[in-house]
Protein backbone atom coordinates (compact mmCIF):
# COMPACT_ATOMS: atom_id res chain seq x y z
CA UNK A 1 0.00 0.00 0.00
CA UNK A 2 1.66 3.29 -1.00
CA UNK A 3 0.89 6.71 0.46
CA UNK A 4 1.62 9.56 -0.91
CA UNK A 5 -0.75 12.50 0.73
CA UNK A 6 0.48 16.48 -0.50
CA UNK A 7 -2.01 17.69 2.32
CA UNK A 8 -4.70 17.10 4.65
CA UNK A 9 -6.69 19.74 6.02
CA UNK A 10 -8.95 20.54 8.71
CA UNK A 11 -11.25 23.61 8.52
CA UNK A 12 -8.54 25.14 6.41
CA UNK A 13 -5.58 24.10 8.35
CA UNK A 14 -3.05 21.66 7.41
CA UNK A 15 -3.24 18.42 9.72
CA UNK A 16 -1.13 16.65 7.75
CA UNK A 17 1.55 17.64 4.90
CA UNK A 18 4.12 15.46 2.54
CA UNK A 19 3.08 12.06 3.81
CA UNK A 20 5.06 9.80 1.60
CA UNK A 21 5.40 6.40 2.97
CA UNK A 22 5.01 2.40 1.54
CA UNK A 23 3.24 -0.11 3.53
CA UNK A 24 4.96 -3.35 1.94
CA UNK A 25 3.38 -6.92 1.72
CA UNK A 26 4.18 -9.26 4.23
CA UNK A 27 5.67 -6.55 6.94
CA UNK A 28 4.45 -4.75 10.39
CA UNK A 29 4.87 -1.17 10.24
CA UNK A 30 4.63 0.58 13.69
CA UNK A 31 3.48 4.37 13.58
CA UNK A 32 4.47 6.26 16.69
CA UNK A 33 4.66 9.65 17.20
CA UNK A 34 3.54 12.98 19.08
CA UNK A 35 0.23 12.84 20.08
CA UNK A 36 -1.91 15.31 17.69
CA UNK A 37 0.38 14.84 15.13
CA UNK A 38 -2.31 12.94 13.01
CA UNK A 39 -1.44 9.04 13.15
CA UNK A 40 -5.10 8.70 13.41
CA UNK A 41 -6.00 11.07 10.67
CA UNK A 42 -3.39 9.46 8.52
CA UNK A 43 -5.29 6.09 8.78
CA UNK A 44 -8.77 8.02 8.10
CA UNK A 45 -7.12 9.04 5.05
CA UNK A 46 -5.51 5.40 4.26
CA UNK A 47 -9.08 3.51 4.94
CA UNK A 48 -10.92 6.33 2.84
CA UNK A 49 -12.68 7.82 5.97
CA UNK A 50 -11.91 11.67 5.23
CA UNK A 51 -10.95 13.76 2.43
CA UNK A 52 -7.08 14.66 1.49
CA UNK A 53 -5.23 16.26 -0.94
CA UNK A 54 -2.85 13.18 -2.70
CA UNK A 55 -3.11 9.41 -3.27
CA UNK A 56 -3.16 6.30 -1.66
CA UNK A 57 -2.27 3.47 -4.19
CA UNK A 58 -1.72 -0.53 -4.41
CA UNK A 59 -4.11 -1.73 -2.95
CA UNK A 60 -8.13 -2.96 -2.86
CA UNK A 61 -10.62 -1.63 -0.30
CA UNK A 62 -12.49 -5.11 0.47
CA UNK A 63 -9.00 -6.15 1.31
CA UNK A 64 -8.80 -3.72 4.45
CA UNK A 65 -9.24 -4.96 7.83
CA UNK A 66 -9.50 -2.01 10.56
CA UNK A 67 -9.57 -2.24 13.90
CA UNK A 68 -10.43 0.62 16.17
CA UNK A 69 -8.80 1.18 19.89
CA UNK A 70 -12.10 -0.22 21.10
CA UNK A 71 -13.73 -2.68 18.68
CA UNK A 72 -17.83 -2.86 19.11
CA UNK A 73 -17.95 -6.72 20.36
CA UNK A 74 -22.02 -7.51 20.46
CA UNK A 75 -20.57 -8.40 24.28
CA UNK A 76 -23.04 -11.26 24.81
CA UNK A 77 -21.42 -13.80 22.69
CA UNK A 78 -18.92 -15.87 23.67
CA UNK A 79 -15.76 -15.30 22.78
CA UNK A 80 -15.80 -18.51 19.99
CA UNK A 81 -19.58 -17.07 19.03
CA UNK A 82 -18.26 -13.74 17.75
CA UNK A 83 -15.93 -15.33 15.92
CA UNK A 84 -17.67 -18.04 14.30
CA UNK A 85 -20.24 -15.59 13.10
CA UNK A 86 -17.58 -13.61 11.47
CA UNK A 87 -16.39 -16.80 9.53
CA UNK A 88 -19.43 -17.28 8.76
CA UNK A 89 -20.49 -14.22 7.47
CA UNK A 90 -17.58 -14.09 5.30
CA UNK A 91 -19.11 -16.72 3.44
CA UNK A 92 -15.36 -17.66 2.85
CA UNK A 93 -15.81 -21.40 4.57
CA UNK A 94 -17.79 -24.04 3.68
CA UNK A 95 -20.36 -25.56 6.43
CA UNK A 96 -17.89 -28.32 7.30
CA UNK A 97 -14.43 -26.53 7.55
CA UNK A 98 -15.88 -23.56 9.37
CA UNK A 99 -15.48 -25.30 12.85
CA UNK A 100 -11.63 -25.96 12.31
CA UNK A 101 -10.81 -22.40 11.21
CA UNK A 102 -12.73 -20.89 14.19
CA UNK A 103 -10.37 -23.29 16.32
CA UNK A 104 -7.71 -22.14 13.84
CA UNK A 105 -8.07 -18.75 14.98
CA UNK A 106 -9.01 -19.42 18.75
CA UNK A 107 -5.45 -21.30 19.25
CA UNK A 108 -3.60 -18.60 17.16
CA UNK A 109 -4.82 -15.16 19.20
CA UNK A 110 -4.27 -17.78 22.69
CA UNK A 111 -7.98 -17.64 23.35
CA UNK A 112 -8.48 -21.26 24.20
CA UNK A 113 -8.84 -21.23 27.72
CA UNK A 114 -11.98 -18.30 27.41
CA UNK A 115 -13.51 -19.09 24.34
CA UNK A 116 -16.71 -20.44 26.09
CA UNK A 117 -16.47 -17.03 28.00
CA UNK A 118 -19.42 -13.88 27.23
CA UNK A 119 -16.92 -11.00 25.50
CA UNK A 120 -18.38 -8.73 28.94
CA UNK A 121 -16.51 -10.89 30.91
CA UNK A 122 -12.95 -10.81 29.19
CA UNK A 123 -10.13 -8.51 29.73
CA UNK A 124 -9.29 -5.61 27.86
CA UNK A 125 -6.39 -7.47 26.17
CA UNK A 126 -8.41 -10.31 25.88
CA UNK A 127 -11.24 -8.38 24.21
CA UNK A 128 -8.50 -7.23 22.00
CA UNK A 129 -7.52 -10.42 20.51
CA UNK A 130 -11.33 -11.51 19.87
CA UNK A 131 -11.63 -8.74 17.80
CA UNK A 132 -8.48 -9.29 15.69
CA UNK A 133 -8.87 -13.07 15.32
CA UNK A 134 -12.81 -11.81 13.81
CA UNK A 135 -10.93 -9.52 11.62
CA UNK A 136 -8.29 -12.22 10.41
CA UNK A 137 -10.72 -15.02 9.84
CA UNK A 138 -12.51 -12.90 7.20
CA UNK A 139 -9.45 -13.17 5.03
CA UNK A 140 -8.37 -9.41 4.86
CA UNK A 141 -4.75 -8.91 3.83
CA UNK A 142 -4.35 -5.55 5.04
CA UNK A 143 -4.61 -5.23 9.05
CA UNK A 144 -4.50 -1.46 10.00
CA UNK A 145 -5.25 -1.21 14.00
CA UNK A 146 -5.17 2.18 16.19
CA UNK A 147 -4.12 2.03 19.34
CA UNK A 148 -4.76 -1.51 19.82
CA UNK A 149 -2.48 -2.22 22.74
CA UNK A 150 -3.40 1.10 24.54
CA UNK A 151 -3.94 0.32 28.51
CA UNK A 152 -2.85 -3.28 28.04
CA UNK A 153 0.18 -4.53 30.19
CA UNK A 154 3.31 -4.52 28.65
CA UNK A 155 3.74 -8.27 28.82
CA UNK A 156 0.00 -8.65 27.09
CA UNK A 157 0.94 -5.73 24.75
CA UNK A 158 3.86 -7.54 23.56
CA UNK A 159 2.20 -10.90 23.05
CA UNK A 160 -0.42 -8.95 20.88
CA UNK A 161 2.27 -7.38 18.74
CA UNK A 162 3.87 -10.37 18.22
CA UNK A 163 1.31 -12.51 17.38
CA UNK A 164 0.02 -9.84 14.99
CA UNK A 165 4.01 -9.71 13.40
CA UNK A 166 4.04 -13.39 12.83
CA UNK A 167 0.78 -13.75 11.20
CA UNK A 168 1.75 -10.95 9.19
CA UNK A 169 4.99 -13.08 7.81
CA UNK A 170 3.90 -15.99 7.39
CA UNK A 171 0.70 -14.87 5.71
CA UNK A 172 1.97 -12.25 3.30
CA UNK A 173 -0.41 -9.63 5.29
CA UNK A 174 0.40 -5.44 5.17
CA UNK A 175 -0.34 -4.70 9.28
CA UNK A 176 0.41 -1.56 10.12
CA UNK A 177 -0.42 -0.60 13.68
CA UNK A 178 -0.20 2.74 15.43
CA UNK A 179 0.96 2.44 19.23
CA UNK A 180 2.11 4.59 22.02
CA UNK A 181 4.76 1.42 23.39
CA UNK A 182 8.10 1.62 22.13
CA UNK A 183 9.10 -0.41 24.05
CA UNK A 184 8.47 -3.08 21.33
CA UNK A 185 9.35 -1.37 18.62
CA UNK A 186 12.01 -4.20 17.52
CA UNK A 187 8.99 -6.20 17.05
CA UNK A 188 8.31 -4.58 14.03
CA UNK A 189 9.87 -4.87 10.73
CA UNK A 190 9.47 -1.35 9.79
CA UNK A 191 8.65 2.12 11.97
CA UNK A 192 6.95 5.24 10.74
CA UNK A 193 7.55 7.98 13.07
CA UNK A 194 4.91 11.22 12.77
CA UNK A 195 5.27 14.43 14.06
CA UNK A 196 4.04 17.85 14.70
CA UNK A 197 6.18 20.86 13.09
CA UNK A 198 6.47 23.84 14.81
CA UNK A 199 3.31 24.95 11.99
CA UNK A 200 1.42 22.31 14.41
CA UNK A 201 0.85 20.58 10.94
CA UNK A 202 2.13 16.85 11.08
CA UNK A 203 5.04 15.49 9.06
CA UNK A 204 7.48 12.41 8.80
CA UNK A 205 10.43 12.28 10.71
CA UNK A 206 11.39 8.80 10.01
CA UNK A 207 10.48 5.74 7.55
CA UNK A 208 12.26 2.65 7.52
CA UNK A 209 13.87 -0.27 9.86
CA UNK A 210 13.75 -0.02 13.51
CA UNK A 211 17.57 -0.95 13.35
CA UNK A 212 19.03 2.53 12.23
CA UNK A 213 16.49 4.70 13.91
CA UNK A 214 18.58 5.71 17.41
CA UNK A 215 21.52 6.73 15.07
CA UNK A 216 19.44 8.98 13.07
CA UNK A 217 17.45 10.32 16.20
CA UNK A 218 21.00 10.41 18.00
CA UNK A 219 19.72 8.50 20.98
CA UNK A 220 20.32 5.67 22.97
CA UNK A 221 17.18 4.72 24.63
CA UNK A 222 14.08 4.42 22.24
CA UNK A 223 12.14 6.71 24.65
CA UNK A 224 14.09 9.52 23.72
CA UNK A 225 13.30 9.59 20.43
CA UNK A 226 9.85 11.02 21.73
CA UNK A 227 11.45 13.14 23.90
CA UNK A 228 13.34 15.06 21.31
CA UNK A 229 10.80 15.56 18.61
CA UNK A 230 8.01 16.52 20.96
CA UNK A 231 7.49 20.49 21.63
CA UNK A 232 8.57 22.28 25.01
CA UNK A 233 5.12 22.33 26.62
CA UNK A 234 4.78 18.26 26.07
CA UNK A 235 8.01 17.31 27.99
CA UNK A 236 10.30 17.68 24.78
CA UNK A 237 13.23 19.01 23.23
CA UNK A 238 11.05 20.90 20.36
CA UNK A 239 13.21 19.43 17.72
CA UNK A 240 10.39 18.30 15.39
CA UNK A 241 11.07 20.29 11.92
CA UNK A 242 14.81 19.26 12.46
CA UNK A 243 13.95 15.39 12.12
CA UNK A 244 11.21 16.30 9.19
CA UNK A 245 14.15 18.11 7.25
CA UNK A 246 17.03 15.34 8.43
CA UNK A 247 14.75 12.71 6.96
CA UNK A 248 14.02 14.84 3.84
CA UNK A 249 17.37 14.92 3.08
CA UNK A 250 18.19 11.11 4.17
CA UNK A 251 15.37 10.27 1.70
CA UNK A 252 16.88 12.07 -1.00
CA UNK A 253 20.35 10.68 -0.54
CA UNK A 254 18.89 7.11 -0.02
CA UNK A 255 16.90 8.10 -3.16
CA UNK A 256 19.84 9.14 -5.43
CA UNK A 257 22.11 6.05 -4.29
N1 LIG B 1 -12.44 15.82 12.74
C1 LIG B 1 -11.51 16.73 13.04
N2 LIG B 1 -11.73 18.05 12.81
C2 LIG B 1 -10.80 18.98 13.08
N3 LIG B 1 -9.59 18.71 13.59
C3 LIG B 1 -9.30 17.42 13.83
C4 LIG B 1 -10.24 16.36 13.58
N4 LIG B 1 -9.68 15.19 13.91
C5 LIG B 1 -8.44 15.48 14.36
N5 LIG B 1 -8.21 16.81 14.32
C6 LIG B 1 -6.97 17.48 14.69
O1 LIG B 1 -5.94 16.99 13.85
C7 LIG B 1 -4.74 16.78 14.57
C8 LIG B 1 -4.33 15.31 14.44
O2 LIG B 1 -5.26 14.50 15.12
P1 LIG B 1 -5.14 12.92 15.19
O3 LIG B 1 -6.31 12.39 15.94
O4 LIG B 1 -4.92 12.40 13.83
O5 LIG B 1 -3.79 12.75 16.05
P2 LIG B 1 -3.07 11.44 16.62
O6 LIG B 1 -1.67 11.48 16.15
O7 LIG B 1 -3.88 10.25 16.29
O8 LIG B 1 -3.07 11.72 18.19
P3 LIG B 1 -3.19 10.70 19.44
O9 LIG B 1 -1.84 10.06 19.58
O10 LIG B 1 -3.48 11.61 20.58
O11 LIG B 1 -4.29 9.74 19.12
C9 LIG B 1 -5.02 17.21 16.01
O12 LIG B 1 -4.56 18.51 16.17
C10 LIG B 1 -6.54 17.17 16.12
O13 LIG B 1 -7.00 18.11 17.02
MG1 LIG C 1 -4.98 8.83 17.41
Known sequence: MRVDIK???YSGKPALRDIRVNFPRGKATLIIGTSGAGKSTL?????????????????NREEIAYIPQHPALNVRETAQEAIYW???FSRLYSKDALAAEVDRYIHTMGLQSVRDNEIRRLSGGQQQRVSIAKELIRGKNIIIADEIDTGLDCGVSRDLVSKLCSITRKENKTTIIISHNIVNIELYDRVVVLVKSSSKCGGIAYAGSPKQIRSFFEVDDYVDILTRVNAADEGGRGEADYFIRKFASYRERQGKK
Open 7 to 9: EKL
Open 43 to 59: IKCMIGTTSYEGTVTEY
Open 86 to 88: SAL
